[in-house]
């Protein structure tokens, strides 16, 4: 697809407005995306607008001159990291996890991701989720005293952890 103010350049960049209710998309190129964006005050800043949107001071608390620590890799210390909205580099996750932990718990609730999944492990992971999904539809027939349906759902439980432990996929 073409970029659709210049007609020349691959879209890479898909832009949305949305005025008075009323959703518009354009498909832009790289460079016809930077012109457009730098009409907006203050250009487009990605990691301000997440930074803004979560309030990450507000969310990490204050953070005290007496934390000392730096990543032994990139010498970032907690405050650069709260003044950049962002880590130093992978290390970072391991130096600062407990506070990482806090501040993520507050953005996002779950440390678990739900949405899309590498086919390579697309079977193994469905059949986990499908095995929770029958523990709580399981829970939810026991808490009602409809035991044989639950029954049903302990039992599918069985079989499919059954395949899980064997490594094989379900038919």
């Given at each position: 697809m073409?970029?659709?103010?210049?007609g020349?350049?691959?879209?890479?960049?898909?832009?949305v407005q949305v005025?008075n209710?009323f959703?518009?998309?354009i498909?832009l190129c790289q460079?016809?995306?930077q012109?457009?964006?730098?009409?907006?005050?203050?250009?487009f800043?990605?990691?301000?607008?997440?930074?803004?949107?979560?309030?990450?001071?507000?969310m990490?608390?204050?953070?005290?001159?007496v934390?000392?620590?730096?990543?032994p890799?990139?010498?970032?210390?907690?405050q650069?990291?709260q003044?950049?909205?962002q880590?130093g580099?992978?290390?970072?996750?391991d130096?600062y996890?407990?506070e990482l932990?806090?501040?993520?718990?507050?953005?996002h609730?779950t440390?678990?991701?739900?949405?899309?999944?590498?086919?390579?492990s697309?079977?193994?992971?469905r059949?986990q989720?499908?095995?929770?999904?029958?523990r709580?539809?399981?829970?939810?027939?026991?808490q009602?005293e409809?035991?044989?349906?639950a029954?049903h759902?302990?039992?599918?439980v069985r079989?499919?952890?059954?395949?899980?432990?064997?490594?094989?996929?379900?038919?």
């Open positions: 073409l970029c659709e103010k210049c020349l350049q691959p879209a890479t960049v898909r832009v005025e209710g959703k518009t998309e498909n460079g016809c995306a012109s457009y964006s730098s009409g907006f005050v203050g250009g800043d990605l990691q301000n607008i997440l930074a803004n949107m979560f309030d990450l001071p507000k990490w608390g204050k953070v005290t001159a934390d000392d620590r730096r990543c890799t990139c010498g970032s210390t907690l650069d990291i003044k950049r909205a880590l580099c992978s290390d970072c996750y130096v996890r407990s932990d806090t501040l993520l718990r507050r953005i609730p440390n678990r991701h739900v949405g899309k999944i590498p086919a390579v697309h079977a193994k992971v059949m989720r499908q095995i929770e999904e029958y709580r539809k399981m829970e939810e027939c026991v009602t409809r035991f044989e349906e029954a759902y302990r039992d599918e079989r499919l952890e059954k395949l899980l432990a064997e490594g094989a996929d379900e038919s």
